[in-house]
């Protein structure tokens, strides 16, 4: 948290200069404002582990997942004729007509 208050507080440093400044220098001082952001919030989430702890290594989880076969199944369809229709279904619709 320190790191990111220094940074920002840089960061408004370099705003008040960019405008005294003039040239190349205020141009240096508001790339400075832009790109200071990005290193603060770097620095303050590029945390190691705590004194006294291991880092434990993550192992993996492997269950067996059935294989995907691009073939929708349906129950209802198994009842169905060749021909999709179900019982009752007319061979054409009123809305055909």
Known sequence: ???YLIAMGLRGVCFVLAIVASGW?????VVG???LPYIAVVLANAV???FGQAVAPVVPVTEARPALTG?????EREHLPAD???EGDS???PRDT
Request: hydrophobic share 45%; glycine share 8%.
């Open 84 to 86: 999709g229709r179900r």
């Open 91 to 93: 061979a054409s619709s």
């Open 71 to 75: 073939v929708i199944e349906d129950p």
């Open 48 to 50: 190691g582990p705590r």
């Open 25 to 29: 220098l205020r141009w240096a001082f």
């Open 1 to 3: 948290m320190r790191r």
């Open 33 to 35: 404002a832009v790109v």
